[in-house]
């Protein structure tokens, strides 16, 4: 498929590949973009298997259009191109929309692309936004949740009211929490070493394990905690009772957006926890985040419907985040701009069919792994 776009950039308009990641950053952070859209998580992706690229569209030295795409080749097929988060587009400037996607349709046609995914930062109830894409060639799909892209749904609080009128938005019986939380032994502070890490890791195993879900292996968080560690952007605190690790949180921050992307309190089967360091955990996370001068901060997704249910597996983290002040974001649907028909068809059927039965697989695979180093430790 062609794009439907002229090959010839308006005026004014210059559209560049960027190598570089202060110079990338700073184009993304300027259009206000998620921490997907950031030069270290196209390196994160680049480990799993994905190449990153990076586009941007100028008017003089302001960007105006950029998208971070991650590509992967499917051997014998051709490619996939998925942007998280993205295309960014200036909403004053619908008609760079052209030119970025002139220049993917070249990269796509470079590698032999099936289709390009896109999760927008778009709220649902704005996708008149996405006009200039729906004309490019763009069409949603009626997915509310795939396997490996952005969730749709999410949870976020809005920093930029004071620090006592978001306590006061807090659930009092959290506040209580918080208040007692130094009585009760608990402390909550950064420790953004791989010690802490290891710790954090630990405990999201543990709770995969309990709930039946997968995760990545450590090399994946190790490699994230590299990407950030020394650029400001990473947050990593740690909850500790009497000493002891308790629970922990990673947030990556990319302009005026804090998101958690990991956390996880200790918890065990039939175990009531009595220490309550969840709630001093996410507070001390709102002050930090506020602190850093972030307007936002992106709770992530909870394991529920677009339509919140009691039934839905999540639901009681969708209340405890909630009970922050949080209210919960829909995005725009997944949007695709399909290259060759037949080949996407058959791509279509793998995703709603196969991708769920391995992902299900995984998730046994990982719990029983989990199992067994915790059974090999226990015994050593």
Not at 32 to 61: C, K, S, T
Not at 239 to 254: E, F, N, P, S, Y
Request: glycine share 10%; charged share 25%.
């Amino acid at each position: 498929m062609r794009i439907r776009a002229i090959d010839v950039v308006p005026r004014r308009l210059t559209v560049t590949q960027v190598q570089d990641r202060e110079r990338w950053n700073t184009i993304v952070e300027a259009l206000d973009a998620d921490v997907r859209q950031g030069f270290e998580w196209g390196e994160l992706r680049r480990r799993a298997g994905w190449n990153p690229l990076r586009i941007a569209v100028l008017r003089g030295d302001e960007p105006v259009a950029a998208c971070a795409l991650a590509t992967r080749s499917a051997p014998g097929l051709g490619s996939v191109l998925y942007a998280s988060r993205g295309p960014l587009v200036r909403e004053e400037s619908p008609e760079a929309a052209g030119p970025l996607l002139a220049e993917i349709g070249r990269v796509a046609g470079r590698l032999r692309a099936i289709v390009l995914r896109a999760s927008p930062d778009v709220r649902a109830e704005e996708r008149t936004r996405l006009a200039p894409l729906a004309r490019l060639g763009f069409r949603p799909i009626d997915d509310h949740f795939t396997t490996w892209n952005t969730p749709r749904c999410t949870q976020s609080l809005d920093l930029r009211p004071s620090e006592d009128v978001l306590w006061q938005g807090v659930r009092r019986r959290f506040r209580e929490y918080v208040r007692a939380a130094p009585r009760r032994g608990v402390t909550v502070g950064p420790e953004n070493d791989e010690q802490a890490l290891n710790g954090l890791y630990e405990l999201l195993v543990n709770v995969a394990r309990l709930k039946n879900y997968p995760i990545r292996g450590l090399g994946y968080y190790r490699a994230l905690f590299d990407q950030y560690r020394t650029t400001g952007r990473m947050m990593l605190l740690v909850a500790r009772v009497g000493g002891a690790l308790a629970g922990g949180l990673l947030a990556i921050r990319l302009g005026p957006r804090s998101s958690m992307l990991y956390t996880s309190v200790r918890s065990e089967v039939g175990q009531t926890v009595k220490h309550h360091a969840a709630p001093a955990l996410y507070w001390e996370y709102i002050r930090r985040a506020r602190a850093e001068g972030c307007a936002t901060a992106d709770f992530g997704p909870s394991g529920v419907e677009l339509e919140p249910r009691e039934t839905d597996s999540g639901y009681g983290v969708y209340r405890f985040k909630q009970g922050f002040g949080c209210a919960t974001v829909t995005f725009a649907p997944f949007h695709d701009l399909v290259f060759r028909p037949a080949l996407y068809r058959l791509l279509r059927l793998g995703e709603r069919g196969a991708l769920p039965a391995l992902w299900r697989l995984r998730a046994t695979g990982d719990a029983a792994c989990a199992h067994l180093a915790r059974a090999v430790g226990a015994g050593a």
